[in-house]
């Protein structure tokens, strides 16, 4: 039986639920209920690092398609494409809170973020290009459940100017319509590629990876003591 769009979208509900049950502070955050500058400010931090590791993965994921599949091919290079540097305008919005590129360029990302690049680049290499797509389309689909909320919240404590580049990339995504994009891209890729209960199954484990970054930056912000947030976090 083919994957449908309702049984993913209904899985990564139910498993972000319980993520929002374990992690501390994790629902308030995406509700818009809470903000905290050090928290927020190393969320930026991950997601340019994350972005870049993302798009090599997927890069590889592109190349394993190669000329198997040409319209898969050439709709995940059209998503990487139109993806590619937006770590910048997050980039702007980390200067103006207070961190140079320097300092970004010199942060390890967190375990959680590692796990999840090197299970998703594992899942790939043995698998083909199934599970990265259903990656993205959480990505996505988050982006288009939570993204605005958290970005109207940082704006009222931090101001217009510090989420400028936020807003633009949420403003590129919903202009490019990149939720329904990644659908076709996961609906060919899972069907042909793949089954649904194996991209289910990678579902429940991304989300749970998503958990457990949330679950680090908070330890490394909020619960560190004070004077130490973002300690050891610079070291390569």
């Known amino acids: 039986m083919n994957l449908t769009r309702t ?35 190393r969320h930026l931090v991950e997601t340019v690092l994350r972005i870049r590791l993302n ?45 140079t590129e320097q300092q970004v360029n010199a942060t390890r990302p967190f375990l ?19 599970p990265t797509t259903v990656w993205n389309y959480f990505v ?17 404590e931090y101001g217009e100017d510090a989420l400028r580049g936020s807003q633009a990339h949420l403003d590129y995504d919903e202009g490019h319509d990149h939720d329904e994009l990644m659908w076709k891209v996961v609906d060919r890729a899972v069907n042909r590629w793949s089954n649904a209960e194996t991209a289910l199954r990678y579902a429940r484990a991304y989300v749970k990876l998503a958990g457990d970054y949330f679950n680090e930056l908070y330890e490394s912000t909020v619960a560190a003591p004070a004077g130490q947030a973002f300690a050891g976090s610079s070291v390569r």
């Open 7 to 41: 049984e993913l979208d209904d899985t990564l509900a139910g498993c972000l639920e319980a993520q929002f049950e374990r992690v501390p502070m994790m629902r308030e955050f995406h509700a818009g209920r809470w903000m905290h500058r050090e928290y927020y400010l």
């Open 55 to 99: 798009n090599e993965v997927d890069s590889y994921a592109l190349s394993r398609v190669g000329s198997s599949d040409d319209h898969l091919a050439a709709t995940l290079a059209q998503y990487l494409a139109e993806e590619y540097g937006h770590e910048h305008m997050f980039m702007r919005d980390i200067k103006q809170l207070g961190w």
């Open 112 to 130: 959680s973020t590692e796990l999840l690049m090197g299970y998703l680049q594992l899942s790939v290499n043995k698998e083909g290009p199934a």
């Open 140 to 156: 996505e689909w988050y982006s288009d459940r939570y993204n605005q909320i958290i970005t109207d919240r940082a704006r009222v």
